[in-house]
């Protein structure tokens, strides 16, 4: 089991108690449904959808919504394969555990430092979109707006999970309420004909200027890399397990929202728009939603959804801050990362992994002072490429995973992916063909530069640490030979290979539960 002092709060008292999370990791199991659905649902809702999407419609038009269609059956597919995980093993670490015991301790180190440097990266990208947004009202600097809330986020992110959770509950509710309004007043619009768009508005605008693909079918394949970032942070939900208070109930039905939360929320919401709005009137920088409602004739509107998409840039860099401390936490207990980010607070919160991310998101505060006008671009790149690693991970061990029940090495998950393993591969591939447009794109590019320096700085730190990595949380190597992980030339057992389906959190072979 994971020593005793990782159990315990800073005061030196056991952080066990009714609502810690079992298995060694010392949360506290407050997250409840309302909470985790709400999350799960708020996730996606973010930048990619309100700011970077003014982009992508002015390059691909109408057929964005393809775009954002096919791209999202692939996330489906993601999710529902970190869902059959989850409940095979559902815990804080999420696919950085998976990854660590289905394909080996270098990708799990590999996988929770990307993720954690993703999550710092979109923080502050948030920042500088929330910071973008309050010009809309204000001529302050971005960089001194980017100060002012990456200083806040960090405050509210010392609360206790539970006050966390009710915050983003409110956040995402704000989020789904106005989109829902948006939706709704376009349909009015259409069909009654109010406003200044009410002459001109019509279904037909989705092909009739210019057709439906009026850039070719290039101009929308460049586009994928700012749709597949309006999902990232999809799978948020996988880091929440360990916090959660019936993970095996709540964690099935968050994943399966995945379908009508794309079909509402971006295709949805975008056929709505466009029908209203010709899509020759947005352009790249301004939110299509505050556009929309200018275009409209509706400036109340306009404040009001650009209010709703401040908010939800803050409500997503918060779940960023939320992330990175636990992330950080579980490569400290895994021996993959310094011993002090495993501290927890009394409240159950990861103080110094926390503040580690919050001083690195400051990074956001010069690039905003630098480069104003194009922060956003810079740090979506690079952000994508990185989320898009641990989607890889989910996949390639759901795969993995798979494999070994069929050898009956492991117990069969009660939440399976349709399709697979044919759908698992189809996604791992439709993820290649975005890689290879950001090459393409010469805004994105960048983004495949940083990738190979921040692998080589990965490998050299693992060798560096040398026998301290990969270790699992009950002190033993994944690898070890005896219950070594699955990984090539093992024997095809993770450190979690005996555990016994039903125990509610973990096997008897995973953390701790020995």
Not at 172 to 196: E, N, P, R
Not at 473 to 490: F, K, Y
Request: hydrophobic share 50%; net charge positive; proline share 4%.
């Amino acid at each position: 089991m994971t020593s005793a002092r990782v159990d315990e709060g800073q005061d030196g008292r056991p952080a066990a108690d009714e609502d810690t999370a079992p298995a060694g990791e010392g949360y506290r199991r407050t997250l409840g449904a309302r909470q985790i659905q709400m999350i799960a649902i708020g996730g996606a809702i973010g930048t990619g959808l309100f700011l970077g999407a003014g982009k992508a419609i002015s390059r691909a038009g109408p057929s964005l919504v393809l775009a954002y269609a096919v791209a999202g059956a692939v996330i489906f597919v993601i999710m529902r394969a970190l869902g059959e995980l989850l409940m095979y093993r559902p815990v804080s670490g999420s696919f950085s555990e998976y990854a660590r015991e289905f394909v080996g301790p270098f990708a799990g180190f590999v996988t929770g430092w990307t993720y954690w440097l993703f999550w710092v990266v979109t923080g502050i990208t948030e920042v500088t979109a929330a910071a973008q947004y309050m010009t809309y009202w204000f001529s302050v600097p971005q960089w001194v707006s980017a100060l002012v809330f990456t200083v806040v986020l960090y405050g509210v992110n010392l609360i206790s999970v539970k006050v966390f959770g009710e915050l983003e509950f409110w956040f995402s509710l704000v989020k789904v309420t106005a989109i829902i309004g948006m939706i709704l007043i376009c349909v009015g619009i259409l069909t009654l004909g109010f406003s200044d768009a009410g002459d001109t508005a019509a279904v037909s605008h989705l092909w009739a200027d210019g057709g439906f693909f009026p850039n070719g079918v290039r101009g929308t394949l460049m586009t994928l890399q700012i749709v597949m970032f309006a999902f990232l942070a999809v799978e948020l939900v996988g880091v929440t397990a360990g916090e959660s208070k019936d993970p095996r109930t709540v964690l099935p039905r968050a994943v399966n929202t995945v379908p009508w939360r794309i079909a509402v929320f971006y295709v949805g919401a975008l056929v709505m728009i466009l029908s209203v709005v010709p899509w020759t009137e947005f352009r790249p920088g301004v939110p299509p939603f505050v556009a929309a409602f200018e275009k409209m004739g509706l400036g109340l509107g306009a404040g009001i959804v650009n209010f709703v998409v401040l908010t939800a840039a803050l409500s997503s860099c918060n779940s960023g801050m939320y992330s990175t401390g636990r992330m950080l936490r579980d490569l400290a207990l895994n021996g993959q990362g310094p011993a002090r980010l495993a501290r927890l607070t009394r409240n159950g919160t990861p103080l110094v992994g926390t503040t580690l991310s919050a001083a690195l998101m400051l990074a956001g505060v010069w690039i905003n002072y630098r480069w104003p006008t194009d922060a956003f671009t810079y740090v979506v790149s690079f952000a994508t490429i990185s989320g898009m690693w641990a989607w890889i991970m989910i996949l390639v061990s759901q795969l993995r995973y798979r494999r070994l029940t069929r050898r009956g090495a492991l117990p069969c998950s009660g939440f399976r992916t349709p399709g697979a393993p044919y759908t698992t591969v189809c996604a791992l591939a439709f993820i290649g063909v975005v890689v290879v447009m950001m090459g393409v794109d010469a805004d994105t590019r960048i983004s495949l530069y940083c990738a190979p320096l921040w692998a080589a700085l990965l490998g050299v730190s693992y060798l560096v640490r040398g026998g301290r990595t990969g270790g699992t949380r009950d002190g033993r190597a994944a690898g070890d030979g005896g219950e070594g992980g699955a990984v090539p030339g093992g024997d095809g057992r993770g450190a979690a290979g005996d555990a016994a389906p039903g125990d509610g959190v973990t096997g008897a072979g995973a953390t701790g539960a020995r």
